[in-house]
């Protein structure tokens, strides 16, 4: 029993693209923030992207800035991470979750987020 459930981690070619689904239980409206996070092998957790109830609140880390692109479809209730121009830097497990905080100086950290998903493998090969 997920609140969010993240989908479409794969194999990718170096220099592909990729897009995550996150679907939330119930209306998108009742939450906050709905963020991304990635662990790769060896290194610590780190909070990618996210996005408010506005949708032109975003939050990019400098990482991925300029070739990930996060979104929203309200009717669907999925928040969708676009990710171009994959680096196999970007291998790692991917997870969704929600944070109780509208502001997004809260975002960057990953202590700001409480229901996460169960993960998805996303793999860059050259």
């Known amino acids: 029993q997920w609140l969010v459930a993240e989908s479409g981690g794969a194999l990718v070619q170096r220099g592909g693209s990729l897009t995550l689904s996150c679907a939330v239980s119930g209306s998108i409206s009742d939450y906050n923030a709905i963020g991304w996070i990635r662990q790769a092998p060896g290194k610590e957790r780190e909070a990618i992207s996210s996005?408010?109830?506005?949708?032109?609140?975003?939050y990019y880390a400098d990482s991925v800035k300029g070739r990930f692109t996060v979104s929203r479809d309200n009717s669907k209730n999925t928040v969708y991470l676009q990710m171009n121009s994959l680096k196999p830097e970007d291998t790692a497990v991917y997870y969704c979750?929600?944070?109780?905080?509208?502001?997004?100086?809260?975002?960057?950290?990953?202590?700001?987020?409480?229901?996460w998903g169960q993960g998805t493998q996303v793999t860059v090969s050259s």
């Open positions: 996005i408010g109830k506005i949708g032109s609140s975003t």
């Open positions: 979750a929600s944070a109780p905080y509208s502001d997004p100086y809260f975002w960057p950290r990953v202590s700001a987020y409480n229901y």
